[in-house]
């Protein structure tokens, strides 16, 4: 089209630059410019489109066609009001102009008129009626296209008709009736084509198919309204458009998914063969077993009656379900956002099934008299106006009051809230039709302030529902609210072991000893007060729901606090009476209450009767299924119960597992424990205790600062501070046990899944004999008894085959296995993992040679077997049983060489046609079977002369592949050589050589014979068959695998030679010998559907994008050619091209271009390589299906043949290609939602140029984008068009030729579905958004969730049948599953260390962590992204993600929270997977992390959570802690653990305390604290990841490969990675729950090879770690100066080491994991750019990036909204750093006389006179600097000298020294900081007093002092050039090393080069 445009006028220039962004060049300006039109324009695209379509044979048409665009244009919309349309109707005029005269010259007729009748004319004969004549091949795509070409032909026609006033013919008038009426029916499908012409299309010909459709054309004795115009092929759902008003699309939609879904349950159930195909009644009863479980639960839950009602008369009752089943999908696929409701969707089905059956019975409506109708009518869109936007108002008002996610949680209402709603009874009162002041519609009263016209309304602030039966409050209580029974049980064992260390002998035996236990049983006191704490705790936090709470919950929460308030006085009271002479605690009571008697007895009782109901819920733990039983019942009874222990709850009922499961999970948390608990008590708590006695006994005065409390008892101070470090380590390391239990647990269970028993290429090879067996095992189904009628070819011809011709099973199995291992090798190709000649060698025979009668193995396990077999000939002396046997030693050997001689016995009779010829070689070969029968060959023949016969016929088979006819004459003097050698040298034997003489004529002594009668052996003209003709693909394939047989020298050990290529190979043979379930036909598997959402991420790099340099000079291409050599070389290899030729890319032609692109594509994270490795689940399927149905004769021929000969007869429906590809369609669907696909198209964006390649790529491809339409207001009045939203569904259209022309014209899409929407779609998470919109789109009974991340390979897609069996049996023989969890293979890993690092710490969770989780923990929830929901059960349940906002923050885990609760079931399965990218750079990763942390401290404040935690049993609620939200929290734990020791070693330092007791053991040495900090340091440096890391790569590649990359990770400063994530999470999953803020940071998914800025590195981690790390620092210091005078060094070095690895981590690990972060020149441009960001103003617009003051600003944005509570605790912990300056100023030389507290007081006026100076000297500035500028400079020059003549008094008089200085600096520094952090929590406060200017400022210097600290060091070792040779070794592997050198020495020379231009 490029070309057609530049014939009319050369110079013109690019025509269109539409809606701010331009269009794709002049590439894309021609092709797509029909569209690129603005969105209110819609309806004129199609016509634009025909306009490109006939330009090139008539261009007058196609200007007369963009005429009439215009003018409808302009009618559309007059006052171009849209967006965009002026600009578009300006271009559009403009064209039109110059194209005017053109193409008035080339017009054949008189007027245009004319014109366009002949026209369309021609185009109705040649396209309409050619096509038709043609009806049964003709596909139906192209016929489609043309009647809707020949539509808009018409419409250009007759407005061209009515300007020029003419009449149009009756013909054409005529024909356009036909082709209106055909528009109407042949309209784009999706799947199924149902219309009447296409009823003979391979897909609609199953009969499954044919059922379901009949099932659904039953209309019989439904009531149609009055006015209704039928069709024919009316179905149910049509009337249920008619009656309830549903969209047009929507209902042919969901008519393809019911018709789908039936057939493919139907086809399950093995009906029997019926001449008329009807619908099985057991699948309809599954599926709607499936569909309505929920409702039917809801109905119970609720005590209601459910709406399906099934009439008595048989006949009648398939149709009422098909009804029933339409109307909950019909209102399922239109809901929207209603989607993630599942009981308001209830709600809705229940009143509008009940008016269904009313109507089918024919009620009367006892108002009016008339028949029922439906409440909501009938016409067009009256369910989306009238039932589901009301709702969606509701969610997105609610929406808008969360300010983004910014206001709390508690203000608005978000999805989970609305839909609890209809948890309870009260719902009822919306009634139906819903009533608009129902409450559920009311808003706070806050939203009407603005409405000046609503002031009569009453305010209905009270009328809020409020939060629905949870509030999400950001505290930290909430750890403890949800998981109370395990923080109980720890902290009533901690009280229980210190009583039992501190009494008695301190052994735990001493528990038994009397006065002991009786200490010890206090614990029942603690616990009651805990308890109290948790009902208080529930008030609190739940108060904000109160609104809609039941009377019964709220009597509960009030009685809860009663009791546990009255068990709280009651415990106490009498354990003080089991006492004679009580402890002091007891006998204050006891004083309290008089009477001194005491009796045991009571004390016991209470203690009895308070554990009563626990020892109830203890029996229940053990028979799971009696409390399944109670938590489901809806007894009165069972409900009074159960409502005391929790209150009564739609979901979180019956989640118990089978008695066996409870035993394991049980069993390892039992060992866990006890292993936990004896560690604490040895280590960590018994060794304290007499210490802490000893310290007690101490009395110390004097200290050394003004100590507020000199009287208190015990030194109390010192004890807390040595035993809170400990504590809290006691809390957290529960954490290291599970990590070490679960390396061990899931070691063991992946062993005994048979991981890792393949893992080298050798075990391949020494197990390749058995790969056959396990292929057909695992992938082929078994004949079983089940009819096999497959296909209608193979019923036919099945009876007539001749019983010989059948191959033996064994024949079958060998080639079944060798089309599924070619498919295999030969997509490595494609992927250029390996080379051609690898994949020669990989290759086993497609077409099996009958006649050989062997096994053909691949190559590869033959090569050089056969040289060296004939060595081993040759040498063999005649010695044959020695050679047999050293030959059969080795299989393979004996394989080739018996191959071998097969092939050439084979070839040889082949070529040889002669009759002599034959006699002889006949003779020959005989001669050689019998003596190998006989096994005398090597005694009788001799073998030396081997070698030259293999010779000779190694050059034979070089001829035959290239099959020259100028060779013939050498073949022939080559077969005399071969004869002479077999006869002479071999044989020596007479017979033969007289039988050859005999043959060449005479005993020769008959003198000279004429020429003419001479005869040649092999040389007259029919004796040898050459060049061989015709020449077919499998005789090639027999020549070439001989050829590699003979002449690989080299053993093939190291093919392939590609490491992915033998990872995935080695996988998946390892997989097929583990445990899977069998595989179905694919006729009868479950069919399943993928769904990608997609935002605005790479589809396909431009070659742009490849090839530009970043500023090192390395541009991705370069860099992955670095990475992956040898695949660009095989690249290379299949394009046939060398890199010279690549490298002047500007004259590439087209195909090259594409296919370096996705090259490149293909190795990134693109939506490409994921739509490439999703849509090889089709190709499995086609081969597969070819595998089921094909007849032996077809079978043997192989899938290549089918798939060659389907090119030539593409239209054959029933051949058995469309067949196979029909299958596929049934049960596989691909859905990619590109949320902006729409807009793109519209703005001429590459992308969506880049997505429709993909579709056109792959045809069975849907894209679902959100369409937003413009839509011209009526109204002139109102200046801005309102936007109308749509669902839509688009395939690609076929390209069709264009007219009277062969070149083919551009691809397009069409639109399959626009289903309208009720607004904008995406009001929470945008992720699970954009799912939702696009889940009515998918089809089947699984659906994949896979991002855009991922990958897939075509071997697993083959095992996919097998893993969707999965769904079909009980797993813990309780349910069956409802998510089938997938190992991923995180593909990132090869980049740099850092991705190194987290692809193995992904790898350890993906494998190891998550077997564990699913079994035998049972906690698997949904991670992400290759786990396969069961989508029934889903989508009937909210959908398989949750989209409030920032709530579901990581919205996948809800989804597996949901399902649990709602009682499904995850599994986890090792025998497939699905590859995965992840961050690669320190940034990314750190983004990444920090999602995952926000995302966990959402989760923390979740009602999922608390339910969990509540609703799970004691361990299983263990398992789910320490897995979700437990591992962020002893993350932080870890952290704090460093804070609270060094702030009590400060303490113990400043107050002189230490010193005092300096000589007590405790203090010197102190081995539990050691203890405690080296569990810390474990946690710290990753151990937690490493562990399972470690097992797992020693599984599955083995243990010495697992320990050399454990070292090597610890060489790559694998430590220091982990110590500095550990601060990212800590520091984002704390802020999280203290103030929110969190948000979904999009992670950069591309290479990284750019260095980082240090202004940048600053930015993101100046908070985080840096303020902390400088934090930490300082107390180090502080505690290493003040203390240095009594302790030895050693000690300090070792308590403190870890902290001191903390802090340089901290500090500088960003620099050092930066690429070239240590460059000189780098390093200069860091600094010139820190000073610009640092200085540059902030303010309205300028981004955090360009300056210090906005990003600062934004810096603090979360405490804005953090609320009271924030904002106090905020202050609080701000308060510690005025410790400092409290111990430090006493430690001054100045103040050593005095301890009084005016010391204090007066460091403080210091500080704010130096403040008020600098105040002061800043507002000079501003006041005076211009005028008085002497005077200024000489008052601060005054200031200046006043200053410098303090310091000097100071130091003369006082004696001040150097160290006093400094310690003055450590003293104020924290202070100024301290006072920023409390200023900046009141910054209303400070805005208001005006002081907000000086907080910037000294902010501003600290920032700057902050950066000099960070900037010095690195600076100085960029000094050093080797340091940073030193560190790009440590982040990237060698090769790239050497290969940014290299780039580097170009770049150098390139620079030099443009400046010489310059000049």
Known sequence: MASRRSDQSPQQPPQRRIQRTQTAGNLGESIFDSEVVPSSLVEIAPILRVANEVESSNPRVAYLCRFYAFEKAHRLDPTSSGRGVRQFKTALLQRLERENDPTLMGRVKKSDAREMQSFYQHYYKKYIQALQNAADKADRAQLTKAYQTANVLFEVLKAVNMTQSMEVDREILEAQDKV???????????????????????????????????????????????????????????????????????????????????????????????????????????????????????????????????????????????????????????????????????????????????????????????????????????????????????????????????????????????????????????????RADADFFCLPAEHFRFDKSEENKPPNKDRWVGKVGFVEIRSFWHIFRSFDRMWSFFILCLQAMIIVAWNGSGQPSSIFTGEVFKKVLSVFITAAILKLGQAVLDVILSWKAQRSMSFHVKLRYILKVVSAAAWVIILPVTYAYTWKNPPGFAQTIKSWFGSNSNSPSLFIMAVVIYLSPNMLAAVLFLFPFIRRFLERSNYRIVMLMMWWSQPRLYVGRGMHESAFSLFKYTMFWVLLIITKLAFSYYIEIKPLVGPTKAIMDVHITNF??????????????????????????????????????????????????????????????????????????????????EPKKKGLRATLSRSFTVVEEIPSNKEKGAARFAQLWNKIISSFREEDLISAREMDLLLVPYWADRDLGLIQWPPFLLASKIPIALDMAKDSNGKDKELKKRIEADNYMSCAVRECYASFKNIIKFLVQGDREKEVIDYIFL????????????????????????????????????????????????????????????????????????????????????????????????????????????????????????????????????????????????????????????????????????????????????????????????????????????????????????????????????????????????????????????????????????????????????????????????????????????????????????????????????????????????????????????????????????????????????????????????????????????????????????????????????????????????????????????????????????????????????????SNQETSFVTIGQRLLANPLRVRFHYGHPDVFDRLFHLTRGGVSKASKVINLSEDIFAGFNSTLREGNVTHHEYIQVGKGRDVGLNQISMFEAKVANGNGEQTLSRDIYRLGHRFDFFRMLSCYFTTIGFYFSNLVTVLTVYVFLYGRLYLVLSGLEEGLSTQKAVRDNKPLQVALASQSFVQIGFLMALPMLMEIGLERGFRTALSE??????????????????????????????????????????????????????????????????????????????????????????????????GTWLFAPFLFNPSGFEWQKIVDDWTDWNKWI????????????????????????????????????????????????????????????????????????????????????????????????????????????????????????????????????????????????????????????????????????????????????????????????????????AFSRGLQISRILGGQRKDRSSRNKE
């Open 704 to 785: 050394q600062w003004h100590e507020f409390f000199p009287r208190a008892k015990n030194n109390i101070g010192v004890v807390i501070a040595l035993w809170a470090p400990i504590i809290l380590v006691y809390f957290m390391d529960t954490q290291i046990w599970y990590a070490i239990f679960s390396t061990l647990f899931g070691g063991i269970y992946g062993a005994f899944r048979r991981l890792g028993e393949i893992r080298t290429l050798g075990m391949l090879r020494s197990r390749f004999e058995s790969l056959p067996g396990a292929f057909n095992a695992r992938l082929v189904p078994e004949e079983r008894g």
């Open 927 to 1398: 001669e050689v079977d019998k003596h190998i029968d006989n096994s005398n060959l090597i005694s009788e023949f001799k073998m030396s002369a081997l070698p030259s016969l293999y010779s000779q016929f190694v050059k034979l088979i070089e001829f035959l592949l290239n099959n020259k006819q100028e060779d013939r004459d050498q073949v022939v003097i080559l077969f005399q050589d071969m004869l002479e050698v077999v006869t002479r040298d071999i044989m020596m034997e007479d017979q033969i050589s007289s039988l050859v003489d005999s043959i060449h004529g005479g005993s020769g002594n008959e003198g000279m014979v004429p020429l003419d009668q001479q005869y040649q052996l092999f040389a007259s003209a029919g004796a040898i068959r050459f060049p061989i003709h015709p020449e077919t693909e499998a005789w090639k394939e027999k020549i070439k695998r001989l050829f590699l047989l003979l002449t690989t020298k080299e053993s093939a050990m190291d093919v392939p030679s590609n490491l992915e290529a033998r990872r995935r190979i080695s996988f998946f043979s390892n997989s097929l010998f583990m445990e899977m379930p069998d595989a179905p036909k694919v006729r009868n598997m479950l069919s399943f559907s993928v769904l990608t959402p997609y935002y605005t991420e790479e589809v396909l790099f431009s070659l742009n994008d490849l090839e530009s340099p970043n500023e090192d000079g390395v541009s991705i291409l370069f860099y992955l050619q670095k990475i992956f050599p040898d695949e660009w070389q095989n690249f290379l290899e299949r394009v046939g091209c060398n890199e010279e030729e690549l490298k002047g890319s500007e004259e590439l032609d087209e195909q090259l271009r594409l296919e370096l692109r996705l090259w490149a594509s293909y190795r990134g994270q693109t939506l490409t390589r994921t739509v490439r490795g999703m849509m090889y689940y089709r190709k499995a399927l086609e081969l597969q299906a070819f595998l089921d149905m094909a007849r032996d004769d077809d079978l043997m021929e192989g899938y290549k043949a089918v798939e060659l000969k389907s090119e030539d007869q593409m239209n054959g429906e029933r051949s058995l290609w469309a067949q196979c590809q029909a299958v596929a369609d049934m049960k596989f669907t691909y859905v990619v939602s590109c949320q902006q696909y729409g807009i793109d198209k519209r703005s001429g964006n590459p992308r969506a140029q880049d997505i429709l390649k993909l579709m056109t790529t792959y045809p069975s491809l849907r894209v679902a984008y959100i369409d937003e339409v413009e839509q011209p207001s009526k109204d002139r009045s109102k200046k801005v068009n309102q936007k109308v939203y749509y669902s839509t569904l688009v395939k690609a259209a076929l390209p069709s030729k264009s007219i009277d022309s062969q070149e083919l014209s551009h691809n397009l899409d069409q639109i399959i579905y626009r289903i309208k929407l009720p607004g904008p779609a995406i009001l929470g998470e945008g992720k699970p958004e954009n799912q939702n919109h696009a889940i009515i789109f998918s089809r089947g009974e699984g659906l994949q969730t896979i991002d855009m991340n991922q990958d897939n390979y075509m071997e697993e897609a083959l095992k996919m049948r097998n893993l969707l069996q999965e769904f079909l049996k009980k797993h813990d023989g309780v349910r069956y599953p409802t998510i089938l969890g997938l190992r991923e293979h995180i593909f990132t890993g090869s980049v740099s260390s850092l991705a190194w690092f987290m």
């Open 1735 to 1934: 200085s540059n103003r902030g303010g309205i617009g300028v981004p955090p990036e360009k300056s210090w003051e906005s990003w600062w600003e934004e810096e603090q944005e979360h405490l804005k909204h953090s609320g009271i509570r924030g904002t106090v605790v905020e202050i609080l912990l701000a308060v510690r750093f005025f410790i400092y300056q409290y111990g430090l100023v006493y430690h001054l030389t100045i103040s050593e006389k005095t301890k009084s507290f005016l010391v204090y007081g007066i460091s403080w006026l210091v500080i704010i006179v130096i403040l008020f100076v600098m105040k002061t000297v800043s507002v000079g500035r501003r006041k005076f600097s211009a005028n008085f500028q002497l005077m200024f400079r000489l008052i601060k020059g005054l200031i200046f000298m006043t200053f410098v003549s303090i310091v000097v008094t100071l130091i003369a008089v006082p004696h001040m020294n150097v160290q006093d200085i400094i310690v003055c600096i450590l003293a104020f520094m924290p202070t100024g900081w301290g006072m920023l952090l409390i200023a900046q929590a009141l910054k209303p406060l400070c805005v208001n007093a005006g002081f907000w200017g000086s907080v910037r400022t000294l902010a501003r210097g600290y920032e700057i002092v902050i950066g000099l600290l960070l900037f010095t060091p690195v600076a100085f070792l960029a000094w050093f050039p080797f340091v940073s040779e030193f560190q790009t070794r440590m982040l990237f592997n060698q």
């Open 1606 to 1703: 454990f070292i090597l990770m610890q060489l790559q400063l694998a430590p220091v990675f982990f110590t500095f994530s550990l601060g990212t999470k800590t520091h984002y999953y704390g802020r999280t729950l203290l103030h929110g803020g969190a948000k979904y940071r999009s992670t950069g998914r591309g290479f990284v090879v750019f260095h980082a800025k240090f202004a940048e590195n600053y930015r993101l981690y100046s908070r985080s770690h840096f303020v902390k790390g400088l934090e930490l620092m300082l107390l180090l210091i502080v505690y290493q100066i003040f203390g240095q005078t009594y302790r030895s060094a050693v000690a300090y070095v070792l308590i403190t080491i870890s902290m001191w690895f903390m802090v």
């Open 180 to 434: 209106a009426e055909k528009t109407q029916i042949l309209v784009p499908y999706n799947i199924l084509p149902l219309d009447p012409d296409s009823a003979n299309q391979a897909i609609m010909r199953y009969p499954e198919i044919q059922a379901a459709v009949f099932a659904l054309r039953n209309t019989r004795g439904l009531p149609w309204p009055k006015d209704y115009k039928k069709k024919n092929d009316e179905d149910i759902l049509d009337w249920l458009q008619a009656m309830f008003g549903f969209q047009k699309d929507s209902v042919a939609n969901q008519r393809e998914h019911l018709i789908l879904l039936l057939a493919n349950v139907h086809i399950r159930q093995f009906p029997k063969p019926d001449q008329q195909p009807k619908l099985d009644d057991r699948a309809l009863t599954e599926v709607m077993k499936k569909l309505f479980k929920n409702y039917k639960k809801w109905c119970k839950y609720l005590g209601r009656k459910s709406s399906l009602w099934l009439p008595t008369i048989q006949q009648e009752v398939q149709q009422r379900k098909l009804l029933y089943m339409g109307l909950y999908l019909l209102i399922w696929g239109e809901a929207a956002n209603l989607r993630f409701m599942p009981e308001c969707l209830c709600y809705i089905y229940h009143h509008m099934a009940f008016e269904l059956y009313g109507m089918l019975a024919g009620n009367v409506s006892p108002m009016t008299g008339e028949n029922v109708k439906p409440a909501y009518g009938g016409e067009e869109e009256a369910f989306l106006r009238k039932v589901v936007t009301p709702i969606y108002e509701v969610i997105a008002k609610e929406g808008e009051r969360s300010k983004r996610g910014r206001s709390k949680h508690s203000q608005w209402r978000n999805y989970d809230d609305l839909n609890e709603y209809f948890w309870s009874v009260d719902c009822f009162r919306l009634g139906w039709p819903m």
